[in-house]
């Protein structure tokens, strides 16, 4: 049976926490068929991260880009590649994809490039170290603020 990656589920419940009464129209995070018959995406080389690795983890999350107020979505894409870029993320996180554009190490964790998709929702792809460490996020957009 398949599972998202701790980091993964960690994350999302950050998010669904910080913001309750978000759009999850795009939310997901297992993959169709047609997401497994790709070759070379995901963390076993087979299909993209949003199908089940050889342990039944699957490496990706996609969340709906309404946050409810204008703005958060490009917010929080732009605090999680910061996020990264300084290292805080432990490595768990592979890429980032919105807006068409990609921030991953390669790109020194900045939005970059064109044809990429995800014009609707952001993609949070995972690394391996992100299968058992579950530890939270520290953004500033997902305090409270209460």
Known sequence: MAKLCAAGVTLRNQINQRFPKRDKASDGWIGDSRHQ??????????????????????HAIDIDEDFGAPGDNRKFADQLAEYCRKGLDGGRIAHIVYEDQVASPKRGWRFTGSGFGHTHHIRISFTNAADTNGAKFYLPILRSTT
Not at 37 to 58: C, F
């Open 37 to 58: 018959a790709r070759d070379g995406w995901g963390t076993n080389g087979k299909g993209s991260y949003h199908t089940p690795d050889p342990k039944g983890i699957v």
